[in-house]
């Protein structure tokens, strides 16, 4: 399948923010696998938890419990404000997971409710659910028929929340800061303010953490800094540090309505996974990896606000954390990233006009020093059409 346009380098071997490729080249990733690898490339904490799992116990079926598996889902609780974890693959399948607990809960506490408002460019995932939640049309209308029952607002607009509310929503879904759609980060009273709205009319809150979760946005989890906490969590990317895993979080009275039987997964929560995941999760709160990615993340803008003056081409810096964006005042973001891959660096062109950076959490001074000159110098070479 020619499902993506790839980048043209064929990646041997990694370590921290640095890969090779096949012709022994070295490069800057601030790709990290799209914002998965927030340790890096083979961090010994993953490579020894992967490997020491692998030597015990691979996997079983979800008809057991497993330490590995017990382990994380305690330590996710201890750290969130959420009470229940289901474990899964991917980020697609933690929100269909949410979709469906939504479903459930809207069917026996909201009389039959079902309808979730999503946001115009957010992005949840390719499974039909989950890409019928996402709002941007070009991934969902060659699939149609679509799933019933979602509405799309505009993102950061609290009123079209309101307005879109009917005896029929059961939950608003949305990402604390849009990633795929352009991270693009709310007002600072956004989550708040729905929160309200939510608790007012009884819906549920479903944030989709996927991609800010686990530290990148400069807290554990991104609502932390919106003083607003959800009542279902998804997670995946950086949880299982480049393994997969995702998950759905609940609080208890809202996972009480998925019974046995109403949801499952074969390989969701194995140990090997699970045994990663905890692993990573540990070593980023007691490292505080967090409070580095704030740190570094404020580091990187700064460096990057710093090329305004000499570039024109660039119309403004913006992100949260080490979820940082490039706006350019043409398409010209391919070209870009692709002089930027000649120089030694990867960085994503997530539109025609924006570049996105996502370096692991563990990236240093020097190297954004270095992938900040790299990016000065493609920029340089003849002003990008
Ligand atoms: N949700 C968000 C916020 C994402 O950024 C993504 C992937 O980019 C997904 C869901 C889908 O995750 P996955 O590709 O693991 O299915």
Not at 67 to 94: I, K, M, W, Y
Not at 129 to 141: D, I, P
Request: proline share 5%; hydrophobic share 40%.
């Amino acid at each position: 399948f020619q499902m993506f346009r790839r980048v043209p380098v064929t990646l041997v071997r990694g370590r921290g923010t640095r890969v090779w490729d096949d012709q022994g080249r070295e490069y800057l990733d601030f790709v990290q696998g799209i914002a998965v690898n927030v340790l890096g490339h083979a961090h010994p904490v993953v490579a020894d938890a992967v490997r020491r799992q692998a030597e015990e116990l691979i996997h079983t079926s979800n008809l057991v419990y497993t330490t590995p598996q017990l382990e994380l889902a305690a330590l996710l609780v201890e750290h969130s404000c959420l009470d229940r974890v289901f474990f899964c693959n991917s980020g697609a399948e933690a929100n269909e997971g949410a979709i469906k607990l939504a479903r459930r809960y809207g069917r026996e506490r909201l009389n039959g409710a079902y309808e979730i408002i999503c946001t115009v460019n957010g992005f949840h995932g390719r499974t039909l659910a989950t890409v019928t939640a996402t709002g941007t049309e070009k991934y969902r209308l060659p699939f149609a028929p679509l799933p019933e029952g979602f509405v799309h607002v505009p993102f950061d607009d609290v009123a079209a929340i309101q307005a879109a509310t009917t005896p029929r929503t059961c939950a608003v879904l949305l990402e604390p800061v849009q990633g795929e759609g352009g991270v693009n980060v709310p007002a600072p009273d956004y989550l708040r303010r729905v929160r309200q709205w939510c608790d007012q009319h009884g819906l549920l809150l479903i944030l989709d953490e996927v991609q800010t979760g686990v530290g990148r946005t400069g807290t554990l989890w991104a609502y932390e800094q919106a003083g607003a906490e959800p009542d279902v969590m998804t997670l995946a990317k950086g949880l299982g540090g480049g393994v997969p895993i995702g998950a759905v979080l609940a609080r208890e009275h809202v996972a009480a309505h998925f019974y046995p039987g109403d949801h499952g997964t074969t390989f969701g929560g194995n140990p090997l996974a699970t045994r990663a995941g905890y692993a990573v999760l540990q070593y980023v709160i007691q490292q505080d990896l967090p409070a580095r990615a704030r740190e570094l993340g404020a580091y990187l803008m700064q460096r990057l606000r710093g090329l305004e003056d000499r570039h024109a081409v660039i119309r403004g810096v913006r992100g949260v954390g080490l979820l940082v964006a490039v706006e350019l005042r043409t398409d010209a973001a391919e070209e870009v990233a692709r002089r930027c891959l000649e120089r030694g660096l990867l960085v994503n062109n997530l539109k025609p006009d924006l570049l996105r950076f996502t370096p692991p959490l563990t990236v240093s001074r020097e190297e954004i020093d270095r992938a900040v000159e790299i990016l000065d110098a493609a920029l340089g070479d003849a002003p990008p059409k």
